[in-house]
């Protein structure tokens, strides 16, 4: 009987030996001891700009053997007194894609014992605003104490909605209109600075897509003169373009010419230090020169024309025909279409015919300025006339 009833107790004896008060009572048993989870953590928010805050979640984990620590990967906390040690492992910094956050860890412990081991806390950055990445540095108080143990430490700062301009182009508007030939094949060399302050990037593959549809022949070839761009530093976008020559003509065959044709944008994806991902996009107009044998031939044939207009006029007021009005036409013709592609090709003085602005430049606009230049005043007050009465048919 007493060897049952020492068997029996004995696995009660050994669940509530560990929670034995004082006075003898047997009280319910915790199922997990508490981790050790150090002390009190406050880091100050800051300000990327104006516009814009990052707050600081502190988040304990517990205390981890210092085995467990990458030590190579440490960033310094400049702790204003020496009885604490803190330490920024650089590894775990990363975005979450859930919460688009930018976290890192924090190591913590008195600078004697840190060797054996420290006290983690994870960090969540708890920004608002649209900003560059950048890297600001920041403040923060261990303890209760009054006043508490300060540290300052760098470290990066990442908008959840991305950088909104992380590349300039050396402008401060529009970038310059791009000729592209439409008879060959065409390439030109953008160079944009890194605009992340001090934060470096990795850049992704590049795309392109163009606004006037299938005027460029796919694919658009856009090359990178490196993928890791540092602080500051530059990169070389080259694009090399073949475009689909008749239409192209259609893009840029309109009378009034704007300054460009389409647009051409660039879409680079790139990754800031620390894991913060983003797109920018480079718009770039482009303007469509058709191929020099085309040219001269709009030339001719408009040229032509314009000055048989003029001698056919005079013909029916006179009833006479006059080559020497012919030859006059072919000249002024050639003449105005000259001296119009230097003023225009000078980009300070538009060349307009009845409120509408040629570009000497394209084929259309290069025929119909030869034939208006061409068939002199005559043709000029016949179509005055003309148009009143056209527009009033049209209403």
């Excluded at 003169?225 to 694009?239: A, D, I, K, Y």
């Excluded at 770039?284 to 191929?291: D, E, G, L, R, T």
Aim: glycine letters at 8%; charged letters at 10%; proline letters at 7%.
């Amino acid at each position: 009987m007493p060897k049952q009833w020492s068997t029996g107790w004995a696995p009660g004896v050994r669940a509530c030996a560990a929670a034995l008060v004082c006075a003898g009572a047997c009280l319910p048993c915790p199922a997990q001891a508490a981790p050790d989870l150090g002390m009190t953590i406050r880091i100050e928010s800051v300000h990327p700009d104006a516009n814009s805050t990052v707050a600081f979640d502190v988040k304990p984990i517990g205390k981890v053997p210092y085995s467990s620590i990458a030590q190579d990967a440490f960033i310094d906390v400049s702790m204003h007194e020496g009885s604490y040690r803190a330490e920024i492992d650089q590894n775990s910094m990363q975005t979450q894609i859930a919460s688009r956050r930018f976290v890192f860890t924090l190591y913590v412990n008195q600078s004697s014992l840190f060797s054996q081991g420290a006290y983690a806390y994870e960090i969540d950055e708890d920004a608002t605003g649209v900003f560059n990445d950048t890297l600001q540095s920041i403040n923060i108080h261990f303890g209760e104490d009054r006043p508490p143990v300060m540290g300052t430490v760098t470290v990066p700062l990442h908008s959840p909605y991305g950088a909104p301009n992380a590349f300039s182009t050396g402008t401060s508007g529009a970038l310059a209109v791009e000729p592209l030939h439409t008879g060959s094949e065409t390439s030109f060399t953008l160079t944009l600075t890194n605009n992340l302050q001090w934060l470096g990037a990795t850049l992704g593959t590049p795309t392109a897509s163009v606004t006037c549809d299938t005027c460029l022949r796919s694919p658009i070839g856009v090359h990178l003169s490196l993928n890791q761009l540092r602080p500051e530093g530059q990169v070389q976008v080259t694009v090399t373009t073949n475009p689909n020559m008749w239409k192209a003509m259609g893009a840029s065959s309109r009378p009034a010419a704007e300054t460009y044709d389409a647009v051409l944008n660039i879409s680079i994806p790139f990754t800031a230090e620390g894991g913060s991902a983003a797109t920018q996009t480079i718009a770039v107009p482009i303007k469509f020169s058709p191929p020099a044998p085309m040219m001269g031939l709009s030339v001719v044939i408009g040229t032509l024309l314009g000055a048989f207009l003029r001698a056919m006029l005079l013909f029916f007021s006179s009833r006479k025909w006059d080559w020497h009005e012919f030859v006059v036409g072919l000249v002024v013709a050639a003449l105005s279409w000259l001296v119009a592609l230097l003023i225009f090709s000078s980009g300070n003085t538009a060349v307009k015919v009845f409120g509408i602005t040629f570009d000497p430049t394209q084929l259309m606009s290069a025929f119909v300025l030869c034939v208006l230049a061409g068939g002199g005043p005559a043709l000029m007050k016949l179509l005055e006339n003309s148009l009143p009465k056209m527009g009033g048919k049209d209403s």
